[in-house]
């Protein structure tokens, strides 16, 4: 499947409407976003099942301040429109590839169940403030990054 733009008039559709979404943030100007689209590219080619998308932080500031970005580029990944995975610069093929197997591995009912007991206990990410005590690994994404290796 081809690589498609995302802007902010086909972002609800587009993850509301796909099991599986792969988005890049990038720019024209960012070298390592440059590097990174080959990559990106050719794993849209051999994940035809994953929606993958792009969305030009240039062209499309309102989508890129909603992901808080911070640095290009940065890739986040939905699954069942939760947002489950993000982290910024590039990846190696394999890398990327690792990410949606274990996007397409997760139990999904488990992270819904993860999320709700999160809301319950007020730990948002929201951009609050944590209490002293609370943990700050607490705001773990289901695919840890160091698992990439």
Do not use: Y
Not at 43 to 69: G, K, S, W, Y
Not at 117 to 145: C, K, L, M, S, V
């Amino acid at each position: 499947m081809a690589v498609i733009e995302l802007t902010k008039d086909n972002f609800e559709d587009t993850i509301n409407n796909h099991p599986i979404v792969v988005i890049d943030f990038w720019a024209p100007w960012c070298g390592p976003c440059r590097t990174f689209a080959p990559v990106f590219e050719q794993a849209a080619e051999r994940h035809p099942d994953v929606v993958f998308a792009r969305i030009n932080t240039d062209e499309q500031e309102e989508l890129a301040t909603m992901f808080e970005i911070q640095s290009i580029p940065t890739l986040v990944v939905f699954r069942e429109q939760i947002g489950i995975f993000s982290q910024p610069g590039t990846m190696p093929s394999e890398a990327l590839d690792n990410v949606i197997e274990q996007t397409r591995g997760l139990d999904m009912d488990d992270v819904r169940e993860q999320i709700a007991e999160a809301e319950a206990n007020g730990e948002t990410d929201d951009g609050d403030e944590q209490d002293e005590d609370e943990d700050e690994d607490d705001d773990t994404p289901p695919i840890d990054p160091k698992d990439l290796n």
